[in-house]
Structure formats: structure tokens, C-alpha cells
């Protein structure tokens, strides 16, 4: 099956500091491409996985679900695990829920997370309506490319499977109980304007994780893939921040 342009897995062997991003969804590697090689030319290891079903046609993505995306970033996480010393996860949208998850299931495992614009929720009529839909309606408008800087594109789906669509949902039907086992320090980032996922998700996210130190920035000059935005140098920059500083407190903490 061919791939769409950019959707293309992407990986770094680096210092023994582990990345492993994800990308949201219907979307690919690609909205996160320039995240992931700014961490690499910093040095880190880093892996950034293709999730089941994406990069190809929408039909690819109506066959899965959330524990196949689940299932692909668990497996890229042991072997980052493997090979490194510390694991710091990064997720954009859907992303940033499976990434959740990941640090909710591993502890301690997961040195620290950073996410942007974190999905927590469906629209409560179109979820409330999405089980008996789906049997109706195959897909429904896309909602890749919701991007502030001119001329900038992302590399997804136009349509939105509405089968994949409701696994999504269950996904985020969990989020109750996986995030009050969230306890690493955390770093989120949302867009003052975001068109496909409220600000209510990031505030309902910081309500229920028990992570001690949190940190939250508001991005005031993107809309929701600010990983290609106008913003995307500043939440490269603090991620890589954020982890060196988490990294530089551990290596301390274990020489004393």
C-alpha cells in the first residue's frame, strides 16, 4: 500500500534520553516530522511511529481501532525502554490521549510527558448519535490541516471514518480512570484557537492527572496542528528544555 507523502515512520539513534511521539488522528508522522528532528539534532534517541491505518486511504483507518494505535506506541515504548535510560513521551491530539495512557500504564517507566492539544471529549450530540451513525454513514468531513500559517499543510485524511471514529471515542471513555494514574511531570500546551478540539479537553486533563508538577502553555498564534504552526519553534524548544531539565535533576539525584 503506498503512502502518502511524509507519512513515513521516522527514527534517531541518540544519547540514551528516549523520545517516542504520536501523531493524532487521520493524521501521520508528518505533522510531528519537524518535532521529532529538532529532538534528534539535540542528541536524543527518538521514534516516531506510522499508527495503524494511517498514511494511506481513510478505508485503512476504518478497520482499526484504538487499541491497535495503542498496541503499535506500547511496542515502540518497550524498545525505546530497552535501549535508553529514561522514555519522554510527546503527543499531539489523539496523540497526546494515547500518550496519556502509555504513562498512566507504565509509572515510573515514563520520565515525563509533553502534549498539545490533548483530545479528551466528542461534541455531546455527535456522540451521543456516533454508534447508530456509523452504520448509516461511512466517513464524515476531515479535520486535518486546522493550521494558522499560510501556505502550510498537513498530510492526512479528508474523510473521517466514522467506525474508527467511535473507537476513538471509547478511548476517550477511559480517560476517567487513566488519568488520575498519570503521575509524571507533565507539559501541555494548547492553542488559544483551536477549531477541531476545545480547551475544555486540556482543562478537564489538568483536573484529573495526579502529576505534582504540572506546567501549561497557552499557544497564542496557532490553531490545532501547532507542531506546523507559527508556535512550533517555541514547543520544540520548551520540550527539549523540559526533558534535559528532568534529565540533568535525575543524573544529580542518582550521584548523591
Known amino acids: 500500500m503506498l503512502l502518502l507523502p511524509g507519512a513515513e515512520a521516522f527514527s534517531h539513534d541518540g544519547s540514551a534520553t528516549g523520545v517516542l511521539l504520536c501523531h493524532g488522528f487521520t493524521g501521520t508522522p508528518q505533522s510531528m516530522r519537524p518535532w521529532a528532528e529538532y529532538l534528534a539534532e539535540r542528541g536524543h534517541t527518538v521514534s516516531l511511529p506510522l499508527l495503524p491505518g494511517h498514511g494511506t486511504r ?8 484504538w487499541q491497535d ?5 506500547d511496542r515502540e515504548f518497550r524498545l525505546l525502554r530497552d535501549r535508553c535510560d529514561q522514555v519522554f513521551l510527546c503527543g499531539l491530539s489523539m496523540g497526546g490521549t494515547l500518550s496519556l495512557r502509555l504513562a498512566a500504564k ?7 510527558v509533553t502534549v498539545v492539544n490533548p483530545a479528551a471529549s466528542f461534541p455531546r450530540v455527535t456522540g451521543y448519535f456516533l454508534p447508530l451513525v456509523r452504520h ?4 464524515t468531513k476531515g479535520i486535518a490541516s486546522d493550521i494558522a500559517r499560510e501556505g502550510i499543510s498537513e498530510t492526512g485524511y479528508d474523510r473521517v471514518p466514522l467506525h474508527a471514529a467511535h473507537s ?3 478511548l476517550f471513555r477511559l480517560l476517567p480512570s487513566d488519568l488520575p494514574q498519570v503521575t509524571q511531570p ?25 502529576s505534582v508538577e504540572v506546567t501549561e502553555r ?33 543524573t544529580t539525584r542518582d550521584r548523591t
Open 106 to 112: 507504565h509509572g515510573d517507566a515514563v520520565a515525563g
Open 136 to 139: 448509516l454513514l461511512p466517513t
Open 69 to 73: 494505535w495503542y498496541a503499535t506506541l
Open 218 to 250: 497557552v499557544l497564542e498564534d496557532s490553531y490545532h496542528v501547532a507542531t506546523l504552526d507559527h508556535d512550533a519553534p517555541g514547543i520544540f524548544q520548551e520540550t527539549d528544555a523540559f526533558m534535559t531539565r528532568l534529565t540533568t535533576r535525575k
Open 58 to 65: 481513510w478505508q485503512d483507518l476504518q478497520r482499526t481501532g
Open 168 to 170: 476513538l471515542r471509547q
Open 186 to 210: 507533565l507539559l501541555l500546551m494548547r492553542s488559544r484557537r483551536d477549531h477541531v478540539v476545545p480547551s475544555a479537553d486540556s482543562a478537564y486533563i489538568l483536573s484529573k492527572v495526579s
